[in-house]
């Protein structure tokens, strides 16, 4: 479980996220979801280390997060897949996998397990990463964050920029992935929330301003404030 509370996150002297309370439990979909400028990206490499940022409480299960380096998170059990997957283009899918290990204590070998949720990355293990299409390379970062074993799968917008036909076999391997840890999506398409997400946060200017569970949770307020 990944417990933060009160996280500000923010860049330079100004802050964007403000006093940020969320819980990501195992075995449910957490989406963080708001429009653009609302502050989910921010909210995310705050929670990995990557920006300027405080919390009361940072924790992953019942390790504190709060004062380690980024790479230390990593190793501590958060699988992260930033905005753009941020891939090595030059690099074959076998290396960009392989770069995974680096986070993995206990293991220096690409499960087995992730070709099956993949099957098109076995048989592009030779092939650069810049040359897979938009989806392929989201399969690739998402099965990257895999590698390092998480207890948390962290996504900033998985949806981004893919076809329909990947977007759903993206959905089905979330809903598979669930109970073995917990996933936090930060997403705005409000369609995939609602297919996947067990219980939603809404971000506003930097703030939670609605939360509850997907079949609880006014949507009408959320499309309102999706459409701003």
């Given at each position: 479980m990944l417990t933060i509370e009160d996280l500000s996150a923010g860049y330079g002297e100004g802050t964007v996220v403000n006093n940020l309370n969320l819980i990501a439990n195992q075995g449910q979909v957490t989406c963080l979801i708001g429009r653009n400028g609302a502050g989910k990206t921010t909210t995310l490499r705050g929670i990995m280390g990557l920006i300027k940022s405080s919390a009361d409480t940072l924790r992953l299960d019942e390790t504190d997060l709060s004062k380690m380096p980024t790479y230390r998170r990593a190793q501590s059990g958060i699988g992260y897949v930033p905005q753009g997957r941020e891939i090595f283009p030059n690099m074959t899918v076998r290396d960009n996998l392989?770069?995974?290990?680096?986070?993995?204590?206990?293991?220096?070998q690409v499960p087995d397990y992730l070709f099956t949720l993949f099957p098109i990355l076995k048989q592009f293990l030779d092939r650069k990463g810049g040359d897979l299409s938009g989806g392929q390379q989201q399969q690739l970062a998402i099965a990257r964050a895999l590698v390092t074993d998480p207890k948390v799968l962290i996504l900033d917008e998985p949806t981004e920029g893919i076809q329909p036909s990947v977007i759903q076999e993206i959905g089905e391997v979330i809903t598979e992935l669930k109970s073995k840890m917990a996933i936090l999506i930060v997403e705005q398409y409000l369609e995939f929330v609602m297919q996947i997400s067990d219980y939603c946060y809404l971000l506003e200017n930097g703030n939670i301003t609605l939360e509850g569970l997907r079949n609880e949770i006014d949507l009408e307020q959320v499309k309102h404030t999706l459409a701003l």
């Open positions: 392989r770069i995974g290990l680096e986070a993995n204590e206990n293991s220096q």
